[in-house]
């Protein structure tokens, strides 16, 4: 969904979603729909068609969801200012030290995948969603129990249909982030 305003806040992780927020379901059905940032938006729809190539499972129990986005966002953005790929490390140019340092933190959150996977059974968000399916009701109610640590963590790819458009979101939040440095000098 895209929107005409900047200074919408994600309700999950109170960031500026700059124009691109998509409606979520509440957990409560007493709640009403809250609009969220593409980044809380994939936890809340593993089921999405291409979902494995956009997020992976981390086992990360020191760290939040909300603050996890927010630390990949911020990767994100900063791969993006330095002209780099979001989501091919491969072909990082480290040759600079702030190319160095967020191929680390990025290197280290992905390091994760394993611990997920032998918790799991898999990294892969499209099993879990299969699995949460299945679950009895009480299993269900459950489930932030039994997944405790278990995160999704972005991998620098949104489709909107067949085309990826993380790209463009990822610009935009470049955007907000420069004029909110503008306005603070």
């Not at 900063?78 to 990082?92: I, K, N, S, V, Y």
């Not at 459950?142 to 405790?148: D, I, P, S, T």
Request: with cysteine; glycine share 6%; aromatic share 8%.
């Amino acid at each position: 969904m895209l929107n005409d305003s900047d200074e919408l806040r994600c309700p999950f992780c109170d960031m500026k979603s700059g124009r691109w927020q998509n409606f979520v379901v509440p957990a409560c059905p007493s709640h009403d729909c809250s609009v969220a940032c593409v980044l809380c938006f994939l936890c809340r729809h593993l089921d999405r068609p291409r979902i494995d190539e956009e997020a992976v499972l981390v086992w990360l129990p020191e760290m939040s969801q909300p603050a996890l986005n927010v630390t990949m966002r911020e990767i994100h953005v900063q791969f993006r200012t330095l002209g780099e790929d979001l989501c091919d490390a491969g072909r990082l140019r480290l040759n600079i030290p702030e190319r160095l340092r967020l191929y680390y933190a990025r290197s280290a959150l992905c390091a994760r995948t394993a611990a997920a996977a032998s918790r799991l059974g898999t990294d892969k968000p499209s099993d879990l969603a299969g699995a949460l399916c299945r679950l009895s009701p009480s299993a269900y109610a459950n489930r932030a129990k039994l997944l405790g640590g278990v995160r999704l963590l972005p991998l620098g790819r949104f489709y909107a249909g067949s085309k990826d458009v993380y790209p463009e979101i990822v610009d935009r939040w470049c955007e907000i982030a420069k004029a909110a440095g503008a306005s603070a000098q």
